[in-house]
């Protein structure tokens, strides 16, 4: 794992701007704090261009007392103040996921999961806080996966397909230990701090390792992270796949009935499993291994006839 460093600070501020799933974010600061948001969202969809239309503008202001405080405005609006360097980070990283989820809901099902593709196939793993689902997307990477999203799993309800968030892989502190020794990309090299003060990394997939075309969901995945648990998968009705899938949503869509039969209809292509785990890079080898058998079994029905 490569560690990334902020450059030093100047005078001049700087603009980034992202696309996050059709909705342009424009950040803009200090130069050290543009460094910094560019491995909290790295450009992964380059490969097609910014959507049109005014972007949001996310400002970075550093106080003139030197003091190492600051303040972030979204258009204009406090959005909140910071006593420090490693505050700033996660209150981007909320700010634009709070404004994703405010505007893109109606273009996309945004669901509270982690999403990566295996071989053209979605894997979506939905899951509140503590699931794992966050480090086990990490691992899934390392493992070879392309990554579509750690916290925000955004479904076309038209093609069916998960689309790229491009957020990189937050990981708090057990996350951290257990992703860090095999980690193929960037990450910070000390600790953020949420405004509750939990401390958390960013972890940046390679350039290679971002998805960069939606992909069927073929997968619905339940993590189960157990402190010190072995680790286990099995099967479980697409009916629990449906019901988790719906707790997790972030908007109202796929809670209504033209939702839920989209669901519905996603779910009949999908297997749907429970993943319990207590070490990570342990259940990312399994569950790849449980989907690589599944399809040898299916490929060998299906040139049976049956």
Known sequence: MRHWFRVRSTAT??????????????FS???????????????????RPLSSGEPITLQIE???????????????????ATSGDAEVLPLLESAVAQAVIDRVQG??????AAAVAYQGHGLLMPGASGSGKST???????????????????????????????????AKEGGYQALASGWPGRATPTPQLRANGERIWYLAPPATSWARTPVPVRHVVLPRF????????????????????IEQTFAPGPREAWGVARLVEM??????????????????ALLLATIADHSDTDRRRSSDGR
């Open 13 to 26: 501020n700087s603009t980034y701007t992202i696309d996050a799933l059709g909705l342009r974010v424009a």
């Open 29 to 47: 600061g200090p130069r050290r704090y543009l460094a910094a948001t560019k491995l909290l969202f790295p450009r992964a969809g380059r490969a």
């Open 62 to 80: 550093e106080s003139p007392t030197g003091s190492g405080h600051c303040r972030v405005t979204m258009d204009g609006s406090l959005v909140t």
């Open 107 to 112: 273009r996309y099902f945004l669901f509270h």
């Open 136 to 170: 086990l997307a990490g691992a899934l990477v390392a493992a070879g996966c392309q990554y579509l999203s750690d916290e925000i799993a955004a479904l076309d309800p038209e093609s069916l397909r998960l689309t790229l968030y491009p957020k990189s892989v937050c």
């Open 226 to 245: 157990v402190l010190g648990a072995d680790v286990s998968i099995a099967r479980i009705p697409r009916a629990t796949g449906l019901s988790q899938l």
């Open 267 to 284: 779910l009949r292509q999908a297997n749907c499993w429970e993943l319990r785990f207590g070490d990570t890079p342990q259940a990312a």
